[in-house]
């Protein structure tokens, strides 16, 4: 897809920040540190668009990039990260909620206009918090894209042996792919897109509110 506009348009702290006007939103989420700020500027071809850092928990709001003024990439904080006290852990959770509450309640069914993409540590694997994640994910009415990061880290004679860990641990179906990626190398990036695009295309299939162009 070429990038004719990559803008930040806001950090939200609470639902009520939360964009809503109707464009599709494709939002990035994984354990803190797994690279999904680094993956989103990969995508972008902007280096410094999402801020990404070697301490985890840096992305602490909901950040909202407009890509192309026609959808939002969406910059979620991760969750999982060791030194978070209680507070900020169940800080995370309500958040997170408020967010997904949204995807199938207000904005009037709007659960297909979001792609999940979670990001799931290729050399570490799929952790327990990761699948409870994804389990949660699942149960929404929305898309999701399982990636699996940093892939550059695993020796391609482990490869094949750490996706399939990812798969089993998961418990993914077997029309569900793992896409292998890398924002160090760029590999993967294509087939991201790809599934970004299929994403969007497949939105003009369906009927549009009201109003909506
Ligand atoms: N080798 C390698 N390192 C990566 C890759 N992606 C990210 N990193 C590194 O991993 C660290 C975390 O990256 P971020 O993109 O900030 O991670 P994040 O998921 O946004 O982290 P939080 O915002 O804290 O949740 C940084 O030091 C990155 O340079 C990758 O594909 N390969
Ligand atoms: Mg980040």
Known sequence: MRIDSAEFVLSAAQRAQFVRD??????????????????????????????????PGRTRLVNYFAINRRFYFVDLPGYGFARASKVERQRWAHLMNEYFEGADGESGGAGADRLLIQLIDGKVGATALDLQAFEYFASLDVNLLVVATKIDKVSSSRRSRSLKAIRSSLGLADDLDVVPCSAVSGEGVKQVWQGISVFLGNRHGKPQPVGMT
């Not at 990035?28 to 301490?55: E, I, P």
Request: net charge positive; charged share 25%; no cysteine.
């Open 22 to 55: 109707g464009l599709p939103e494709i939002a990035f989420v994984g354990r803190s540190n797994v690279g999904k700020s680094s993956l989103m500027n990969r995508l972008l071809g902007r280096k410094g668009l999402a801020r990404t850092s070697r301490s």
